[in-house]
C-alpha cells in the first residue's frame, strides 16, 4: 500500500502563489510517472502536470509558463510550485502515482484564489 500526503493549499490572493507538496510512503525513485490533478466544483477532474523518472515533464495548456512540477527522490516528495494564480485555479488539487499496476492518489489539498 502507498500513501501521498498533499500539503500546501490555501487561500491566496490573484497573482499570488503556492507550493504544494505531495509526500509519498515509499521510494519515488523508481517510479515512472507522478503528477498532479485539479477537480474544481461540479467539474470533472483534470490533469495539471505531470513528470516522469527521468524529468520530463507535461503540462496543462492553462498552467503552462505559470506552474512548474519537480521531484525529490530523497525526500520522497513531489512539488507543484503556482505562481500568476488566478481565480479559475481554485479546486481541490490531487496527486497520483502511477505504479503500472495500480493508481495511488491523495487525499486532496484545497486551493482558493481569490480576493
Known amino acids: 500500500q502507498v500513501q501521498l500526503v498533499e500539503s500546501g493549499g490555501g487561500l491566496v490572493q490573484p497573482g499570488g502563489s503556492l507550493r504544494l507538496s505531495c509526500a509519498v510512503s515509499r521510494s519515488i525513485f523508481s517510479i515512472n510517472e507522478m503528477g498532479w490533478y485539479r477537480q474544481a466544483p461540479g467539474k470533472e477532474r483534470e490533469l495539471v502536470a505531470t513528470?516522469?523518472?527521468?524529468?520530463?515533464?507535461n503540462y496543462a495548456d492553462s498552467v503552462k509558463g505559470r506552474f512548474t512540477i519537480s521531484r525529490d527522490n530523497a525526500k520522497n516528495t513531489v512539488y507543484l510550485q503556482m505562481n500568476s494564480l488566478r481565480p479559475e485555479d481554485t479546486a481541490v488539487y490531487y496527486c497520483?502515482?502511477?505504479?503500472?499496476?495500480?493508481?495511488?492518489w491523495g487525499q486532496g489539498t484545497q486551493v482558493t484564489v481569490s480576493s
Open positions: 513528470i516522469t523518472r527521468r524529468g520530463t515533464t
Open positions: 497520483k502515482v502511477d505504479l503500472g499496476s495500480q493508481d495511488y
